[in-house]
């Protein structure tokens, strides 16, 4: 069984082409999927700094679009998937409430806006959907964090039906994200990287690590079941 589709949608008017903002771009693929990114040049570090939207496709499901036109059409095209989307504030104010109106199976919606005080009038009445940020790398996080939960939720219903082959695949996916965001939690992008003290957030891995955590506990199916499990 193959990990079904996440799909991240960005939109934004300010995405000139499907590259703009490489290194935010690279910053977010190396963060949800563990691929290294591209060594930045310096004056993309500043775009980074500058918390002016991200990423390109690259190994993760994320498809950037200019209009809300474009957003819905995406968002139709994978209803069958699980769907984030991230938007700016002046997008948001039109997408989220076509969103809220015509797709209910998206309620993970994700502002990205510098000035987050304009935009307090039309998002308090969607507080439910609506997580909003100021800075790209605290949305990296937080998102990365969402991802993370929804597979340790989709490995759990195969730990219920005993299928520790799948579960384990959810749940080796969730433990790749955590360790990924916590790693990038302690980084500030600068002309080079610096590194925090933060400690870890673990309250995903704490789900999944140890010797009674999901991750065991899919291996132990597994074993039962006679399935060979890949030693750590």
Request: aromatic share 10%; glycine share 4%; with cysteine.
């Amino acid at each position: 069984m193959s990990i079904p589709s996440v799909v991240i949608i960005w939109c934004d008017a300010s995405f000139e082409t499907k590259n703009s903002y490489q290194s935010m771009q690279d910053e977010f693929n190396e963060t949800t999927t563990g691929v290294s990114a591209q060594e930045p040049d310096r004056m993309d570090v500043d775009i980074v700094n500058e918390g002016t939207n991200y990423f390109h496709s690259n190994n993760v499901p994320l498809i950037v679009t200019r209009t809300t036109e474009e957003a819905e059409t995406e968002i139709q095209k994978h209803s069958k998937e699980k769907i984030f989307v991230i938007c700016s504030g002046t997008s948001g104010r039109i997408l989220v409430p076509i969103i809220s109106r015509n797709f209910p199976y998206v309620h993970d919606i994700f502002i990205f806006a510098h000035g987050l005080a304009a935009h307090t009038d039309w998002t308090a009445d969607y507080k439910q959907m609506v997580k909003m940020f100021r800075f790209h790398t605290t949305l990296l996080i937080r998102l990365t964090h969402e991802i993370t939960k929804y597979f340790i939720k989709q490995g759990k219903n195969y730990l219920q039906i005993g299928d520790g082959s799948s579960a384990l695949k959810y749940f080796k996916q969730a433990q790749k994200l955590e360790i990924e965001a916590n790693r990038r939690s302690k980084t500030t992008w600068n002309a080079v990287e610096t590194y925090s003290n933060q400690p870890d957030y673990r309250r995903h891995l704490n789900l999944l690590e140890g010797s009674n955590g999901l991750i065991a506990q899919a291996e132990n199916i597994m074993r039962h079941q006679e399935l060979p499990v890949q030693s750590h």
